[in-house]
């Protein structure tokens, strides 16, 4: 395990309240060395500065009314930059391009990140860390990875370094990865909707300055509008923390009759919220226009489908739309379902390993980019959807957040003690609002608080090869990466 070092440059920075943070301007610089696995001759070195994308300063931008605790995330060196991937394919150099390409498109050839692995066979795309060269340099951190001659054999087009726990384990990980780590913020609604409902919001219209509560009932909705909250529009880095004690924010209750409610999935869809009852190859939809709180209903055709209802729960079930423009559903037949929206005329099924009838409350469907993460029922599996593969990952809850170990593995609490409703976007794909978290209270529904969830499915920094290297088994590797902070010039 390596060890957890502190870019010291950055202590005075990264811990200060929310209002006063300032993220400062970063470059990153690598070099790839190719060796001949017996002499130990160099063959090869590549070296180049590449671009630092966008991606850390989203996920401050979406700091929820500035009450995020950002501290599971630092120093950002280790955990943001801590891990390496290395695609087959070049990538688009965009700051904002940060999301994950397909794995059809962009096969990755070489990983690595923090940890070491107990065995090189069960993952020969995996590299080590090399803590001895790894460490704290004048104004940031330099990272080396040594790859075995069995190791990254490949040719790499383009590289980048990601979140520690991505580089450690790809997508070749199963339930070893969590794809999320928490960011603890605990705000309370004044007032229920009604017992056993949503205290807090899932939706955020930020173009508007509301957010969406709801308490779903068998034939019927009521979505609590609340207007102004906070100043959910220009948030950003420099907000000042709100007083959560203060009298309730300004709202207004809307109640529609909607056939099939507890067991539809919610979709927020271009402004709108739309209800979606799935069975079969149907899907019986009804859109609340949150402008003039009309609605409207049609029936969409799925083709060659078997979709299945979603489970019956009071705070409302969420499904989500990718960067492809697809929306995910469960199926019956232990598959998963994702269907273009709204022309519903492609439609791709997706085996998975459980036949849970259900999607928990621990999350629903949450869009990444490409990917998509989903658990199922109760005591079900937890996957991220890649193209038309469902790739296993680890569970989404943990019984104790407050435990010494482990403490940002977990989205809500144990399933009796605070489900969750639902991974809704905030401001930007890798924050996500998790409802009715209850801090480990005996009492969710007097305690409920929300949380948020960042996803660890981005790249940090981006770079295509001038030329692209060629790693065979006749030859060991070295990337060593480093990251700094610029000057202002």
């Known amino acids: 395990m390596k060890k957890n070092t502190e870019i010291k440059a950055k202590d005075s920075i990264i811990k200060a309240n929310t209002n006063s943070i300032k993220l400062p301007k970063l470059k990153g610089k690598f070099s790839i ?11 090869r070195k590549v070296e180049s500065e590449n671009l630092v994308t966008n991606a850390v300063r989203d996920i401050f931008a979406a700091n929820n009314l500035g009450l995020t605790d950002y501290s599971s995330i630092m120093p950002l060196s280790t955990k943001l930059f801590g891990g390496i991937l290395c695609f087959a394919n070049t990538l688009v150099e965009d700051a904002d391009n940060y999301h994950l390409p397909k794995t059809s498109v962009n096969p990755v050839v070489a990983h690595a990140g923090q940890t070491t692995y107990s065995s090189a066979s069960a993952d020969t795309t995996r590299g080590l860390p090399n803590d001895v060269e790894s460490g704290v340099i004048t104004n940031g951190y330099k990272h080396v990875w040594e790859f075995a001659s069995t190791q990254g054999n490949g ?67 009521t979505i609590r509008e609340l207007k102004d909250y906070g100043v959910i529009q220009d948030i950003g880095l420099n907000q000042n923390p709100v007083n959560t004690k203060v009298a309730p924010l300004d709202y207004e209750d809307h109640t529609f009759s909607i056939t099939n409610a507890m067991k539809c999935y919610i979709l927020y869809y271009q402004g709108n919220i739309h209800f979606l009852y799935a069975s079969g190859t149907t899907i019986t939809r009804t859109i609340i226009d949150t402008t003039g709180w009309t609605t409207s209903s049609d029936t969409l055709t799925v083709a060659g489908a078997s979709l299945t209802s979603a489970f019956d729960y009071p705070a409302g079930n969420f499904t989500d739309i990718d960067a492809d423009g697809y929306v995910y559903f469960l199926g019956s037949n232990s598959k998963f379902y994702k269907v273009s ?3 519903c005329v492609d439609v791709i099924a997706i085996d998975r390993q459980d036949d849970d009838t259900a999607i928990a409350h621990t999350g629903g469907f949450a869009c990444f980019g490409h990917y998509c993460h989903v658990s199922t029922s109760q005591y079900g599996s937890y996957y991220i959807i890649e193209g038309n593969t469902a790739h296993r990952c680890a569970s989404s809850k943990a019984s104790n957040p407050n435990a010494a170990t482990n403490s940002s593995d977990y989205i809500v609490e144990n399933y009796y003690n605070g489900t969750g409703t639902g991974m809704m976007k905030f401001n930007n794909d890798l924050v996500r609002t998790i409802g009715s978290c209850s801090n480990n209270q005996s009492d969710w529904y007097n305690g409920g608080g929300y949380s948020n969830a960042m996803s660890k499915l981005f790249l940090s920094t981006i770079k295509n090869l001038d030329n692209p290297v060629t790693k065979t088994a006749t030859q060991t590797m070295k990337i060593t990466y480093s990251i700094t902070e610029a000057s202002e010039e």
């Open 33 to 43: 060395e190719l060796f001949d696995a017996e002499t130990g001759r160099l063959d």
């Open 341 to 343: 929206y709204p022309s």
């Open 155 to 221: 040719t790499i087009s383009a590289l980048g370094l990601c979140p520690a726990d991505l580089g450690d384990w790809w997508l070749n990980g199963g339930t070893n990865f969590f794809p999320f780590t928490r960011l603890d913020m605990w705000y309370k609604n004044a007032e229920n909707l009604g017992r056993n409902c949503q205290r807090c919001p899932s939706l955020f219209d930020a173009t508007n300055g509301r957010a969406f509560a709801f308490l779903v009932a068998s034939g019927s909705v």
